[in-house]
C-alpha cells in the first residue's frame, strides 16, 4: 500500500499533466489559465474534482451535433442573408446588423414588441395565448419549479394537449433539478406532447452541470414568441415566501422575427431528441401593425464567437448620449470592462443597476470586487431595493437588447443563451423610461459607501473574483 507521502506525490503529478494539458493543448485564455493553476496549486486534491465540474467543455460529441445543426440550416439562412444584407442601413447600427448576419442571424422589421415589467402581467398574458392555441406550442425554460405558477402551466398544457394542439417541453436538469420528474409525467404521458430535459444531470457526465440552457423561449402557434428573464416561479411573481421582492423584464414579439426565435428552440429540441421541427417561414409573409426591426441572437458553448456579448459590446461602443445596464450578476471580462471605459472615457454617461439584495451571495461577492473600477471610472451605479433580475442594456434611445444573458463570463461563454437586439426608437425610449423609474426606488452606491464595506467584505470579493475566469 503507497505512503501517505507517495499518494500526495502522486495526486501533484495527475495535477501536473492536467495543468500542462490547460496550458498547453486547450489554448484557454491566459486569465483562465492562471486560475486553474492557482486552483490545481491551492486544492491539489478538490482542484480536479473542480476541473471535472466546470473546466470540462461541451465535449467533442456535443460541438458536433450543434455544428450538424448549424450546417443543417446554412443554406436557409445564407439565402435569407443574402435577402436582407444588401439593404442600405443608413442608422447606427448598421454595423451592428452586419456584424450579427455575418453569424447568420437574420435582422427583421415587421414586428410588433411588448415589454413586461411584471410577471404578473407575463404570465396572464402568456396563459391567454397558450390558451388560445390552435396549432402548437413549444416551451423551453431554465426554472421550471413545482410551485402555483408550474402547476398552473402544467395543467393549461395538459388540457390543450387533450384538445388535439402539439405540445413540446423542455427544461434544463440543472436549473430544475429540485424540481420533481414525477411533476411532469402527467404531461409527460398526455396525448401529443413531449416533455425534455436538457442535459440531465448525471454522476458520470460532470463537466455538463457547468453548461446550461440558460434561455427562455415560448412559441406559439409559430407566430408569438416570448424570451427574457422569467422563468416558471411564484418568486418571479413576488409570490413566493422568504424572498426579496423580484424585478425582471420580458417581452413578447410578434412577427417576423418569431421564426428566429423558433429556430433556436428547434435546434435546441433536435440536438436533445433527434426530431426535426418544422418552422413556419415568416419573413416576408407577414405585415405588422408596427416596424421594429430586430434580430434575435443566440449564443453558448458550442461557438467560440460569444456573439451576445460581442453584440453588447458593439452597443457600448456606438454610444454618443448614454448606456443603461440591468443586470443581476456583473463579472465581465477584461474586453467587457474596456469598453465600458472607453465609453465612460469619451463622455457617454454610464449607469448600471444591480440588486441591492442578492440571490447568491458569493456571486453578489465577485460582483461587487469589480464595482469598484466602475466608480473609479465615473459610472453611476444604483442599488435596486430588492433582487432585480432584469438582462437589459438601452443605449441612446436607438439600440436595446433584453434577453436571458447575464452581463457576466458565464453568459457570454458556458450558458446557452438568446436574446433580442432591438433597433426601434421608441421601444429603445419605452425602456429608457422603465429604467429611469426603478432609479426612482434605488439607492446610489457612492465612493464613499463602498470603500466602507468593510475588510472582510474586501477579502471575501478578492478571493471570489480570483476564481471568477473559470467559475
Known amino acids: 500500500m503507497p505512503s501517505i507521502s ?3 506525490w502522486i495526486v501533484y503529478l495527475i495535477n501536473f499533466a492536467v495543468l500542462v494539458t490547460i496550458v498547453c493543448f486547450q489554448k484557454r485564455n491566459p486569465i483562465e489559465s492562471m486560475a486553474w493553476v492557482m486552483c490545481f496549486l491551492l486544492l491539489p486534491v478538490f482542484g480536479g474534482i473542480i476541473f471535472l465540474i466546470f473546466g470540462v467543455g461541451v465535449n467533442t460529441l456535443t460541438k458536433k451535433k450543434y455544428k450538424q445543426k448549424l450546417e443543417m440550416n446554412e443554406k436557409y439562412l445564407l439565402e435569407r442573408q443574402k435577402a436582407t444584407i444588401g439593404r442600405d442601413l443608413e442608422r447606427p447600427e448598421s454595423d451592428i446588423v452586419n456584424y450579427f448576419l455575418n453569424y447568420n442571424f437574420i435582422y427583421t422589421e415587421n414586428n410588433d414588441v411588448k415589454i413586461f415589467t411584471d410577471a404578473n402581467e407575463k404570465y396572464k398574458q402568456l396563459m391567454e395565448d397558450i390558451e388560445n392555441a390552435r396549432e402548437s406550442i ?12 408550474g402547476n398552473r402551466l402544467i395543467k393549461l398544457l395538459i388540457k390543450k394537449a387533450n384538445e388535439g394542439i402539439k405540445v413540446r417541453l423542455m427544461y434544463d436538469g440543472c ?24 442535459f440531465p444531470v448525471k454522476v458520470f457526465s460532470p463537466s455538463k452541470i457547468n453548461h446550461r440552457n440558460h434561455r427562455k423561449i415560448a412559441i406559439i ?7 427574457g428573464g422569467m422563468n416558471i ?22 412577427g417576423e422575427a418569431v421564426e428566429f426565435a423558433f429556430r433556436i428552440f428547434a435546434m435546441d429540441w433536435e440536438f436533445s431528441t433527434g426530431e426535426h421541427i418544422e418552422v413556419k417561414n415568416l419573413l416576408g409573409n407577414i405585415k405588422s401593425k408596427e416596424i421594429i426591426p430586430m434580430q434575435i441572437v443566440s449564443s453558448g458553448p458550442d461557438s467560440k464567437a460569444e456573439e451576445i456579448k460581442c453584440g453588447m459590446m458593439k452597443m457600448i461602443n456606438s454610444a454618443k ?24 472615457k469619451s463622455g457617454v454617461d454610464v449607469r448600471i443597476m444591480i440588486p441591492g439584495i442578492p440571490d447568491k451571495k458569493y456571486v453578489y461577492c465577485t460582483t461587487m470586487s469589480y464595482i469598484g473600477e466602475l466608480l473609479d471610472l465615473g459610472v453611476k451605479v444604483y442599488l435596486y431595493p430588492g433582487f432585480i433580475h432584469s438582462k437589459t442594456i438601452t443605449v441612446d434611445d436607438k439600440l436595446l437588447t433584453i434577453g436571458s444573458a447575464n452581463t457576466d463570463i458565464r453568459s457570454f461563454k458556458l450558458l446557452f443563451e438568446i436574446n433580442a437586439f432591438i433597433y426601434s426608437e421608441k421601444t429603445a425610449e419605452e425602456h429608457r423610461k422603465i429604467f429611469e423609474e426603478d432609479v426612482k426606488n434605488c439607492t446610489v452606491l457612492t465612493e464613499e459607501k463602498y470603500e466602507n464595506r468593510g475588510i472582510i467584505k474586501i477579502i471575501t470579493e478578492g478571493i471570489f473574483r480570483l476564481f471568477s475566469p473559470i467559475m
Not at 413549444?138 to 405558477?149: A, K, Q, V
Not at 436549473?175 to 436538457?198: D, H, I, Y
Not at 402557434?221 to 424570451?227: F, N
Request: proline letters at 5%.
Open 6 to 8: 507517495n499518494l500526495i
Open 138 to 149: 413549444d416551451i423551453l425554460y431554465f426554472i421550471i419549479h413545482n410551485d402555483n405558477i
Open 175 to 198: 436549473g430544475s433539478f429540485f424540481t420533481p420528474k414525477k411533476f411532469f409525467n402527467e404531461l409527460r404521458n398526455a396525448p401529443n406532447s413531449e416533455v425534455v430535459e436538457f
Open 221 to 227: 402557434d409559430g407566430k408569438t414568441a416570448y424570451l
Open 233 to 254: 416561479g411564484d418568486e418571479y411573481a413576488n409570490k413566493a415566501k422568504n424572498r426579496p421582492f423580484w424585478r425582471d423584464t420580458h417581452i413578447r414579439i410578434e
Open 321 to 344: 448620449k448614454y448606456v443603461y445596464i440591468q443586470t443581476p450578476y456583473f463579472i465581465p471580462d477584461a474586453t467587457f470592462l474596456t469598453c465600458i471605459e472607453m465609453a465612460v
